[in-house]
């Protein structure tokens, strides 16, 4: 039995490479993750688990021991100025472990493109695959290089579907017609598994991508096509990166860190440069751009995404480490709301459900005005949206303007707020016997802090004073469906 370690498992790609494995008889899996309660109890009951990061030696080493084959699917993007420094230190320590630990073979995931005309954040990424492959007498790797990835949740394709869904005309920059070869999601991790049987001990560079290039135009047109739109596009001279990249951040709700490198890197081309995928791994076909783009819209309609862009930790977009304790907030509005004739499941059911297309129960058009001043201010607004309609999270689903900090079935529910805001603050929900407990809780910081809670007190007692009372309505109309089933 093959044991593998698959490091990344929070975040877009690890994730889902980790639930496709999970089950497969002939390996066992460990995790190498930041904070494992970010994973649902039944990974934690299949996998080994070593908490900690590649900063740490010893930790690596833990994590590596025994192992065969790791994949590496990790990047600091959003960790602030220094990422790149941060990246090849990870993977300096994670190669230099490896060779420690005998492991075999590392499977790493990095970006299309040539050094002479690559982004700051593909650079990075080059620099990472040279790092790990730096000692080939020592230690394999297969490095694999994809452009965009089309699949639900991932940031270049809800960029794409947010443009297209929102605008019929859309106004771009001139470089639209650059030539790229994205993948499906699906595609991307059929290569990434059929790596792991891959009978070579050479060292290869693999580069995948859908058969023909394509422009951005006709990506966009593509995507309108699978959405049932159509839509005109006018590319226009003085549309610069930056330009484009607030153009971007107001229809769509990925932030300007991650759009800008996106942006960046559109203006050159990303283009399978081997035939090594075809020669290496003949089985696998890589799906059209419109099959993908139907997939992942597929997906998302039936409640199916896995993981998003948003789900790592990186900066303060996503980050809910250490956010699980309440203690050091000063201010509190705290209501308690009965419910005895409801289930506490229908309870839990209806106050996990809030957010993203559902809305918030009551008020939503404060919601919505509080979401437009948090992006104006440069945070993530409201229309992050959420990965489900109801039930199911876990800790660091972003829900809107919140992240998930603590999650316990039937029990609790805490959100911590990423709102640029005086302060932190989180929302919580829990059930104590018969009464459902609601308390806003706030940190002020400075002056500022405090003039701003004392300034939305009314409008706290009009939203909280009726969310409770809505979220136990909700919870009655969910007990009559299930009696009337
Ligand atoms: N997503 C795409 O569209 C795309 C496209 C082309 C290539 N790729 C490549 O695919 C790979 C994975 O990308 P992704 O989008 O899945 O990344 P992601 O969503 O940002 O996830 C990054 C993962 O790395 C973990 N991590 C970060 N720093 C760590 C450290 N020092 N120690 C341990 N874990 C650490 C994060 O953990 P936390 O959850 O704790 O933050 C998270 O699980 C990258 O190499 C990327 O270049 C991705």
């Known amino acids: 039995m093959k044991k593998i370690l698959i490091t990344g498992a929070t975040g877009y790609v690890g994730r889902r490479l980790k639930d496709t494995l999970l089950d497969r008889p002939d390996i066992s899996i460990r995790l190498l993750v930041r904070n494992k309660k970010k994973l649902r109890a039944f990974v934690l009951d299949k996998v080994e688990i070593v908490e900690g990061d590649t900063y740490d030696k010893v930790i690596l080493r833990k994590a590596l021991e025994g192992i065969d084959i790791?994949?590496?699917?990790?990047?600091?993007?959003?960790?602030?100025?220094?990422?790149?420094?941060?990246?090849?230190?990870?993977?300096?320590?994670?190669?230099?472990?490896?060779?420690?630990?005998?492991?075999?073979?590392?499977?790493?995931?990095?970006?299309?493109?040539?050094?002479?005309?690559?982004?700051?954040?593909?650079?990075?990424?080059?620099?990472?695959?040279?790092?790990?492959?730096?000692?080939?007498?020592?230690?394999?790797?297969?490095?694999?290089?994809?452009?965009?990835?089309?699949?639900?949740?991932?940031?270049?394709?809800?960029?794409?579907?947010?443009?297209?869904?929102?605008?019929?005309?859309?106004?771009?920059?001139?470089?639209?017609?650059?030539?790229?070869?994205?993948?499906?999601?699906?595609?991307?991790?059929?290569?990434?598994?059929?790596?792991?049987?891959?009978?070579?001990?050479?060292?290869?560079?693999?580069?995948?991508?859908?058969?023909?290039?394509?422009?951005?135009?006709?990506?966009?047109?593509?995507?309108?096509?699978?959405?049932?739109?159509?839509?005109?596009?006018?590319?226009?001279?003085?549309?610069?990166?930056?330009?484009?990249?607030?153009?971007?951040?107001?229809?769509?709700?990925?932030?300007?860190?991650?759009?800008?490198?996106?942006?960046?890197?559109?203006?050159?081309?990303?283009?399978?440069?081997?035939?090594?995928?075809?020669?290496?791994?003949?089985?696998i076909k890589p799906i059209g751009i419109r099959e993908a783009v139907k997939a992942a819209i597929d997906e998302m309609v039936n409640d199916q995404v896995i993981s998003r862009w948003c789900d790592s930790s990186a900066r303060e977009v996503c980050d809910i480490t250490g956010h699980d304790n309440t203690a050091t907030a000063i201010l509190r509005d705290k209501r308690r709301f009965f419910f005895d004739d409801i289930s506490p499941e229908n309870i839990f059911k209806s106050f996990t459900s809030i957010g993203g297309d559902f809305g918030w129960f009551t008020y939503n058009i404060?919601?919505?005005?509080?979401?437009?001043?948090?992006?104006?201010?440069?945070?993530?607004?409201?229309?992050?949206?959420?990965?489900?309609?109801?039930?199911?999270?876990?800790?660091?689903?972003?829900?809107?303007?919140?992240?998930?900090?603590?999650?316990?079935?039937?029990e609790r529910l805490l959100l911590f707020s990423q709102m640029k805001q005086f302060g932190k603050a989180w929302l919580e929900f829990n059930i104590e016997g018969g009464t459902l407990v609601q308390t806003a809780h706030y940190y002020p910081q400075g002056f500022l802090g405090r003039v701003y809670w004392f300034f939305l007190t009314p409008f706290h007692s009009m939203i909280f004073g009726s969310l409770g009372k809505k979220i136990i309505e909700h919870a009655r109309y969910l007990e009559s469906q299930e009696n009337n089933k």
């Open 70 to 283: 790791a994949y590496y699917m990790i990047h600091s993007m959003g960790s602030g100025a220094n990422f790149e420094d941060l990246d090849r230190i990870s993977a300096e320590n994670f190669r230099e472990a490896c060779i420690e630990s005998g492991v075999k073979r590392v499977i790493y995931l990095g970006g299309l493109g040539e050094k002479g005309t690559a982004s700051k954040h593909l650079l990075s990424r080059i620099e990472t695959g040279e790092v790990l492959s730096a000692r080939p007498d020592k230690l394999q790797v297969i490095w694999f290089r994809c452009g965009i990835i089309i699949g639900s949740g991932s940031a270049s394709f809800e960029i794409l579907r947010n443009l297209v869904e929102k605008l019929p005309i859309m106004v771009t920059p001139k470089w639209v017609d650059t030539l790229s070869q994205p993948i499906s999601i699906q595609d991307a991790l059929d290569y990434l598994i059929a790596a792991i049987d891959l009978e070579t001990q050479k060292s290869i560079i693999v580069d995948i991508g859908v058969d023909h290039p394509i422009s951005f135009r006709d990506m966009i047109k593509e995507t309108a096509k699978a959405m049932g739109f159509r839509r005109v596009i006018i590319p226009i001279p003085v549309l610069t990166p930056r330009l484009s990249s607030y153009w971007v951040i107001l229809f769509t709700p990925v932030p300007y860190h991650i759009v800008a490198p996106l942006i960046e890197g559109l203006k050159s081309e990303t283009l399978v440069l081997s035939n090594y995928a075809p020669r290496y791994f003949p089985n």
């Open 366 to 410: 404060l919601w919505r005005i509080r979401g437009y001043i948090d992006k104006i201010m440069g945070g993530p607004g409201l229309n992050r949206g959420r990965r489900r309609s109801s039930g199911n999270l876990r800790v660091g689903d972003a829900i809107d303007f919140w992240k998930v900090a603590d999650v316990r079935e039937n």
